[in-house]
């Protein structure tokens, strides 16, 4: 009989899949970009531009939050 090894992220805690790995760098990469978003519409006093900065962090958030559910 054939013994069958698990795959890497077959639920064990602590495991990714890629797909996960892939979708958390990106979450990453639109916090960031809202962070400097902020931080140039404070440089620049421009409200819009800060406000909008603070929306994509809080939308990163809550797609990071929703994924590790």
Same mark, same amino acid.
């Given at each position: 009989?054939? &013994? *069958?090894?698990?795959s890497?992220d077959?639920g064990y805690?602590g495991?990714m899949?890629?797909?996960?790995?892939? =979708?958390k760098?990106?979450n990453?990469?639109e916090?960031? !970009?809202g962070?400097a978003? &902020?931080?140039? !519409?404070?440089?620049? !006093?421009?409200r &819009?531009?800060?406000?909008?900065g603070r929306a =994509?962090?809080?939308?990163?958030?809550?797609? =990071?939050?929703g994924e590790k *559910?």
């Amino acid at each position: 009989m054939a &013994e *069958v090894s698990p795959s890497p992220d077959a639920g064990y805690p602590g495991t990714m899949s890629a797909k996960n790995n892939k =979708d958390k760098l990106k979450n990453k990469i639109e916090d960031l !970009g809202g962070r400097a978003k &902020e931080a140039i !519409g404070r440089a620049t !006093g421009n409200r &819009e531009t800060t406000s909008r900065g603070r929306a =994509d962090q809080a939308k990163a958030s809550l797609k =990071d939050a929703g994924e590790k *559910v």
